[in-house]
């Protein structure tokens, strides 16, 4: 069964830790996005990547860290460099960035951080 | 640059009556146009999809779209609501060359009883 996978679906954390937010898929894509979504507002993208040990930064990359070692997995930190990081945080991956814009992207359930 | 306009943030409609959720797009490039769903602490679900083929795309779940280019809209019909329609949808942009897609600020639709 194909998909993308994320874990935890909720996740607490103390002011000034580090923590991270797992993505994986067997769809054999090899591109994959990190996406926050806050209440009233669409997706704003954090980080993407095209190909395994390459990543690019999004719109709103300040606070985050990510890495690419295998083309399943793209696994997102959130840093206590992150002023607000109480979100909705969504994984989507695609066939490729770009060359073909048609190309959808498949989204994974979504983690829900809350900073206490 | 590109970018997309949801015209309204909230629709209410009654079961078994038509649905119209309304997009405006504006891209620098020959645009892909999709309508995704997302229901309560879930993800995306893809609706539908245009890229330059048929101008009237079927999606999933009855829903369809018309691309008008002379009018930039890509809106999202239904003839008939039911129940479970009631979610968030976002229409979404994308262009040849463009990193990652461009959302919208998304519509709740609520469908009453």
């Known amino acids: 069964d194909g998909g993308i996978t994320q874990s935890p679906k909720y996740l607490f954390r103390k002011e000034g830790q580090n923590v991270t937010l797992s993505c994986e898929q067997n769809?054999?894509?090899?591109?994959m996005y990190w996406y926050r979504q806050d209440p009233g507002q669409g997706l704003r993208l954090i980080y993407y990547?095209?190909?395994?040990?390459?990543?690019q930064k999004g719109d709103i990359a300040e606070g985050y860290s990510v890495s690419r070692e295998k083309k399943e997995s793209f696994p997102l930190t959130v840093t206590s460099a992150q002023k607000n990081p109480t979100a909705f945080y969504l994984c989507?991956?695609?066939?490729?960035?770009?060359?073909?814009?048609?190309?959808?992207?498949?989204f994974g359930p979504g983690t829900r951080l809350t900073v206490l | 640059a590109q970018s997309v306009t949801q015209l309204d943030s909230h629709v209410s409609v009654s079961e078994g009556t038509p649905v119209l959720l309304r997009c405006n797009y504006s891209?620098?490039?020959?645009?892909?146009l999709f309508w995704y769903v997302q229901h309560p602490n879930k993800g995306l679900q893809l609706l539908l999809k245009y890229t330059s083929a048929a101008t009237l795309v079927k999606g999933i779940n009855g829903f369809e779209a018309e691309f008008k280019k002379s009018e930039t809209s890509f809106h999202l019909t239904k003839p008939s609501a039911h129940m479970s329609d009631a979610a968030e949808y976002f229409c979404?942009?994308?262009?040849?060359?463009?990193?990652?897609?461009?959302f919208g600020s998304g519509t709740r639709l609520q469908v009453q009883p």
């Open positions: 891209s620098s490039y020959s645009p892909s």
């Open positions: 989507a991956s695609s066939i490729d960035l770009g060359q073909f814009a048609g190309n959808e992207q498949f």
């Open positions: 769809l054999n894509h090899d591109a």
């Open positions: 979404v942009v994308s262009a040849t060359g463009r990193r990652a897609l461009t």
């Open positions: 990547s095209q190909i395994v040990n390459d990543f």
